[in-house]
């Protein structure tokens, strides 16, 4: 009797396996807008100057909402080092980040204790 492996057999065949939908992100709050190609966030309207190391970090939570971080998965992907132990490195651009944001944005950001941050956009009071 041979055993099979559906996942070899779709690696190697000559038909290709159907495309799976992503999962729907949802979108950001409304009236936050963060364009990674001009690099410019703007908060209801208002244009937020944000030096490079913020904006990467805010891009990167937009960018995949409602999923935790850890402050090590941060530092590897925003700061592209790994973790060095130094965690309110990561708290202090969040608070900064949460500042700009102002208060109906702020909230969105969300910290999960003991882990790290998360972006959820259902979090945000709009006016």
Request: proline share 11%.
């Given at each position: 009797?041979?055993?099979?492996?559906p996942r070899?057999?779709?690696?190697?065949?000559?038909?290709?396996?159907?495309?799976?939908?992503?999962?729907?992100?949802?979108?950001?709050?409304?009236?936050?807008?963060?364009?990674?190609?001009?690099?410019?966030?703007?908060?209801?309207?208002?244009?937020?100057?944000?030096?490079?190391?913020?904006?990467?970090?805010?891009?990167?939570?937009?960018?995949?909402?409602?999923?935790v971080h850890?402050?090590?998965?941060?530092?590897?992907?925003?700061w592209g080092?790994?973790?060095?132990?130094?965690?309110?490195?990561?708290?202090?651009?969040?608070?900064?980040?949460?500042?700009?944001?102002?208060?109906?944005?702020?909230?969105?950001?969300?910290?999960?204790?003991?882990?790290?941050?998360?972006?959820?956009?259902?979090?945000?009071?709009?006016?």
């Open positions: 009797m041979a055993l099979r492996y070899l057999d779709a690696l190697f065949s000559d038909h290709p396996a159907p495309a799976r939908r992503p999962a729907p992100r949802p979108a950001p709050a409304p009236g936050l807008v963060v364009d990674t190609e001009q690099r410019t966030v703007t908060v209801e309207g208002r244009p937020v100057t944000m030096p490079y190391l913020e904006f990467e970090l805010l891009a990167h939570l937009v960018g995949n909402p409602l999923r850890s402050l090590r998965q941060l530092m590897e992907n925003v080092r790994p973790d060095s132990g130094d965690s309110r490195t990561v708290a202090t651009h969040i608070a900064r980040i949460r500042r700009k944001l102002g208060p109906g944005h702020r909230e969105a950001i969300a910290t999960v204790r003991q882990i790290g941050y998360k972006y959820d956009p259902r979090l945000a009071r709009t006016a």
